[in-house]
């Protein structure tokens, strides 16, 4: 719990009643008994994502919103217009994204995508790469394309875009290694499009000019999902 302490020498310091300081020992009381489980754990994580912690989770509206919190600002210029034009369809379709404290993340992640309040986050402790960034930004971003797939990002499904034989075995590989066995498809063509330029920025893209279906031909058990629910004609 954080705590106040108040140094009296020859001179006293007064705060007003609602002083900054007092709203920020509020909110970070508050958010501190919405996690039970401490900071650093899935539960930390959905309160972020529930976007009931907010402390430090800052939204990003250009490559500058991330870049301005490192030294090596001038570092990022080189990828400024993939990252600008995937947050722009991004923001075109619904998904907003933040740049939010370490705190909230279980160790080792570096960014997630929430299917339901289609917001993404990013870990601000990995961000200060551009190439770490790119991957992060590339791989949540694929899987908002994967939501878009899956009839509307106003739903909590996703799909997969690309034919699973056509993912290189590497990433495939990867994600076998790396995620439990029921999410290896989505996941490594995410792990593809993560380190492959202009892939999920291509599909974000498509996705805001409303051409998923026709960009990318859905697999047979999306398209048969998505004639059942009405997004598309046999």
Not at 105 to 116: A, I, Q
Request: negative net charge; glycine residues 4%.
């Amino acid at each position: 719990m954080w705590k106040l302490i108040i140094a009296v020498a020859a001179a006293a310091v007064v705060l007003p009643a609602h002083s900054a300081t007092d709203q920020y020992l509020n909110q970070t009381t508050t958010e501190e008994s919405k996690i039970t489980r401490g900071y650093n754990t899935m539960d930390s994580m959905g309160c972020m994502l529930l976007r009931e912690c907010t402390d430090d989770v800052l939204e990003v509206f250009s490559l500058l919103d991330i870049s301005s919190h490192y030294d090596n600002t001038e570092e990022f210029t080189p990828v400024a217009q993939e990252f600008n034009n995937m947050l722009v369809s991004l923001n075109q379709i619904g998904v907003r994204v933040f740049l939010a404290d370490q705190k909230y993340f279980p160790l080792g992640h570096r960014g997630v995508y929430h299917t339901v309040s289609n917001n993404f986050f990013l870990n601000k402790d990995y961000m200060d790469s551009p190439a770490s960034l790119m991957m992060v930004m590339r791989h949540e971003g694929w899987h908002a394309a994967q939501d878009c797939m899956a009839g509307t990002i106003d739903n909590s499904m996703i799909a997969i875009i690309k034919p699973e034989d056509e993912v290189p075995m590497l990433w495939r590989v990867m994600a076998e290694r790396t995620y439990p066995a029921n999410a290896v498809p989505w996941e490594a063509e995410a792990q593809w499009a993560g380190r492959t330029e202009h892939m999920t920025m291509e599909a974000l893209a498509s996705c805001a000019r409303g051409t998923m279906w026709t960009d990318y031909d859905p697999t047979p058990m999306t398209g048969e999902w998505l004639i059942d629910n009405g997004y598309i004609k046999e």
